[in-house]
């Protein structure tokens, strides 16, 4: 070997080394990012949520969707409903609208109403898509309003309700976690994660 | 009818008359949709009841599981078909939303924790007991209720960890609504109804 290739080859990595701890400082002395507003957040939180419901919906096969792991709790297909149902009923009361399809009464939509798995990812993608317009249109000020509770006699701030159905949306995506596994699939997020 | 019996009717009838006069009245000055409605809470307020009803969800859980099967998993059945591998314990649930809770809400109240208490998500491997893993719960959540004590409209958009104090709290609650709903399918697969349920069909 010439003397030249290691003498490259020492050069090459010096740079490189220092161009990383260049890059690394000026990543350091960056001010953090700035905060996004409480709408933006929400927004987020909002779609988070939605959107793995969604993945699921679409992800998990036809065939399973009336599984449940024990009697006397919903089947995959009507936890999704009853999710996005929810969804529907803090949309509309949220932004005085009459939005979605009619479902009756509740939040527990039947499954005759929605037989096919296209109906079902249908329903779940429009009750996120429905709150994610109300959010993004009425902004920070619309967390502020406060809203007649149409089941219950009660005010609550727009921002408590949005969060109710973020954490209802979160407490049914855990138990169809557990559905997954049962049927040894792996849910999509988690998937992702693994990635 | 005789007489005797008209007065009385009449006399019972004025009373009654006169009992409601006062709610009549007070309904009739109430515009229709505030008559009776309870006004909104304050900031604070309201996140702390999104987080009471949190906690109430999951201690009761944790509370109707039988200490034998706190190191209940799932893959413990061999369901036909299924693959439960390397998912938390019934015990390590509680103990990942105990830590979870810990890291975040101190996010918001800028407390120090103990060393290996977050444990990559575990909590601290030394809780074995049922009463040790319900108390680590509960002290967690007694965090995030000092936490969301200081909520108010002016500090409620400061910055909190990754995200807003009110991002944060957002987030650590909702999080901890997905653990519940698998520790829901954890309880009826040993059998039991989550409380939460046992109230509804009451």
């Known amino acids: 070997m010439k003397r030249t290739l290691p003498a490259f080859v020492s050069v090459l990595l010096f740079t490189m080394a220092t161009t990383f701890a260049a890059a690394q400082a000026q990543a350091q002395n960056q001010p953090p990012t700035p905060a996004r507003s409480r709408a933006e957040e929400t927004l987020y939180r909002w779609n988070e949520i939605g ?10 096969p036809e065939d399973k969707y009336d599984y449940k792991l024990e009697k006397d709790e919903r089947t ?3 936890n999704l409903l009853h999710a996005a149902g929810y969804e529907f009923l803090m949309v509309r009361a949220v932004s005085g609208t009459n939005v979605g399809p009619d479902f009756g009464q509740g939040d527990n939509p039947s499954r005759d109403a929605f ?3 296209a109906d079902v990812v249908k329903f779940v993608q429009q009750a996120v898509t429905e709150g994610a317009r109300v959010i993004e249109e009425q902004g920070d000020a619309g967390l502020d309003k406060t809203i007649k509770v149409p089941w219950a006699n009660k005010f609550d701030h727009a921002s408590y309700l949005w969060m109710s159905a973020i954490e209802h ?7 169809l976690v557990v559905y997954y596994r049962a049927n040894n699939l792996v849910p999509p997020d988690s998937r992702r994660n693994n990635e | 009818m005789k007489r005797t019996d008209s007065i009385i009717l009449s006399a019972v009838l004025m009373v009654c008359a006169l009992a ?6 007070q309904v009739a000055a109430a515009g229709p949709r505030q008559q009776t409605s309870q006004p909104t809470a304050t900031l604070a307020a309201s ?4 987080l009471s009803r949190v906690e109430k969800l999951i201690v009761d859980v944790a509370e109707a599981m039988p200490e034998e099967k706190f190191n209940f998993t799932p893959e413990s059945l061999k369901i036909p078909g299924s693959n439960y591998k390397g998912v938390f314990t019934f015990a390590g649930q509680i103990k990942h939303i105990a830590a979870s809770n810990y890291v975040l809400w101190s996010q918001v109240t800028g407390e120090k924790l103990a060393e290996g208490l977050f444990n990559d998500g575990h909590g601290p491997d030394n809780l074995k007991t049922k009463a040790e893993i319900i108390q680590f719960l509960k002290d967690s959540f007694a965090l995030g209720h000092k936490a969301t004590a200081t909520f108010t409209p002016e500090n409620m958009l400061r910055s909190a960890g990754k995200s807003t104090r009110i ?6 609650i909702a999080e901890s609504y997905n653990h519940y709903g698998q ?10 109804t989550p409380p939460a349920s046992r109230e509804k069909s009451e």
């Not at chain 1, 949306?169 to 138990?175: D, I, K, T, V």
């Not at chain 2, 409601?20 to 009245?25: N, Y």
């Not at chain 2, 520790?183 to 039991?192: A, C, D, P, Q, W």
């Open chain 1, 51 to 60: 959107n793995k419901l969604v993945a699921m919906a679409q992800d998990f």
């Open chain 1, 76 to 78: 995959f297909a009507q």
């Open chain 1, 115 to 117: 037989k096919t798995k």
């Open chain 1, 169 to 175: 949306s979160a407490e049914h995506y855990g138990q």
């Open chain 2, 20 to 25: 409601l006069w006062p709610v009549g009245k």
């Open chain 2, 47 to 50: 996140i702390d009841h999104q």
């Open chain 2, 167 to 172: 991002g944060t709290a957002t987030f650590v």
């Open chain 2, 183 to 192: 520790m829901v399918e954890y309880l009826r697969m040993n059998g039991i």
